[in-house]
């Protein structure tokens, strides 16, 4: 059964600094991850999806990449903005039946 | 598109009695989740449907759950009866195909059972 972990639970760090959210999975045979934010009381967002055969795929500020053999990956964020506070959940879609299993999420503060 | 649309978006319900959550996946997209999740457990998968066939349904708690998919475009999920243990968050997501394309969520219904 896949296990998906994401260390740390909780990070808090000064605005402007640059930072890493880590997530790993059990089971590396997946189809893909995504990363998603959500913030209190909403839904889920997708931020990045990377597929299998890739290594990393990058939005804006957002830098996620993929070590499938490994079974890791990592959410780099440049240049942190208090907006940037929120949960941060990893997603892989694996399985035969293709679920999409979650890590419990890292809580981010980013202090102004 | 108006993404994936939860209804309601609070429930509060006295313990015994039914509770029915809806779903309405984004148009096109063949692949429904439904997720349950809690401060202390997360988020737990339900059951997941593709092209309206329940493939897993191995998340769902008891009997008192139960999901139907009866077209593309409407799920429900009914927990009968209720329990205040059945107190979370519900969320319904969607994609399309089978596992390559990004899942989308809705914004969630909050079941608070008394």
């Known amino acids: 059964k896949q296990e998906v972990t994401q260390i740390p639970a909780a990070l808090s760090v000064p605005e402007g600094e640059n930072l890493v959210l880590n997530c790993s999975f059990t089971?590396?045979?997946?189809?893909?991850l995504q990363w998603f934010r959500q913030d209190p009381g909403k839904g889920l967002t997708s931020l990045l999806l990377?597929?299998?055969?890739?290594r990393e795929q990058t939005s804006g500020r957002l830098n996620a990449s993929l070590d499938k053999s490994s079974g890791r990956s990592t959410l780099y964020i440049a240049a942190s903005q208090p907006g940037d506070s929120a949960t941060y959940l990893c997603?892989?879609?694996?399985?035969?039946?293709?679920?999409?299993?979650f890590g419990s999420g890292t809580q981010l503060t980013v202090l102004p | 598109d108006a993404g994936v649309i939860q209804s309601p978006r609070h429930e509060v319900t006295e313990m015994g009695q039914e509770v029915t959550l809806r779903c309405k996946p984004i148009?096109?997209?063949?692949?429904l989740f439904w997720y349950r999740q809690t401060m202390m457990r997360g988020l737990e998968l339900l059951i997941y449907?593709?092209?309206?066939?329940?493939?897993?349904d191995s998340g769902m708690p008891e009997d008192r759950f139960s999901a139907k998919m009866p077209n593309a475009s409407f799920s429900t999920l009914k927990i009968q009866p209720s329990e205040p243990r059945d107190s979370a968050v519900y969320f319904c997501a969607s994609r399309l195909g089978q596992g390559n394309t990004e899942a989308f969520f809705g914004q969630g219904t909050r079941l608070t059972v008394v």
């Open positions: 449907f593709n092209n309206n066939v329940p493939i897993d």
């Open positions: 089971d590396s045979a997946i189809y893909n």
């Open positions: 148009s096109g997209h063949n692949s």
């Open positions: 990377i597929q299998s055969s890739q």
């Open positions: 997603a892989v879609t694996s399985g035969s039946a293709r679920q999409l299993t």
